[in-house]
C-alpha cells in the first residue's frame, strides 16, 4: 500500500513561496478579523453600549477599555497561530494553499519557536514587507522570521493528510 509522504518526513520539501504564504495570510486574516468581531461585540455586551460617544464624526471610546480589546486581540491572534503551529504546523487558510511551517529539521514547532515565530512575523510584514521578500535573497527561501525562529514553510505533497 504507497503512503503520500507528510512534508516533515520528506527531506527536500520545496519551500513556500511568496504569493502562497500571502494567500494563506489573507484566509487567516478573515478568521482573525471574525475572532476580534466576536470580542468586540462579547466587550459591548458586557460593558454595555454607552461606554462610547460620537464626537465630531469620530467614536470615542474608553482608553481602559480599548487597551483591554486590544490586548484581548493581540493574544487571541497569537493564540490563534501559535496553537496551530504547534498543533498541526497548518492554519486554515495554510490548509487551503497546501503549506506548512514546522522547525528547520522538519519536526513541529515547539511553544519557543512558534512564538518567537508570531512576534518576528509583524514586523517582517509591516516593515514595507522586507521580512518576507527576504525569502528571494535566502538561498533556501526563508523570511527573516523564518531565520529567527529556527522554522520554516514548506508545500506540503498533494494528496498528503493536513491534520
Known sequence: MS???????EPDAPTAG???RLAALLYDAFLVAAIWMA???GMQFIVGPDTNQLVDGQVQTDPLLSAILFTAEVLSAAGFYIWFWMRTGQ??????????AVSATGKLMNLKQAVLRFVLAWPSFFCLGIGYLWLYIDKHGNAI?????GTQVVVVA???RNF
Open 158 to 160: 498533494k494528496g498528503a
Open 18 to 20: 511568496l504569493l502562497r
Open 91 to 100: 492554519t486554515l487558510g495554510m490548509i487551503a494553499w497546501r503549506i506548512k
Open 39 to 41: 470580542l468586540g461585540f
Open 145 to 149: 522570521h523564518d531565520i529567527l525562529s
Open 3 to 9: 503512503e503520500t509522504i507528510a512534508p516533515q518526513d
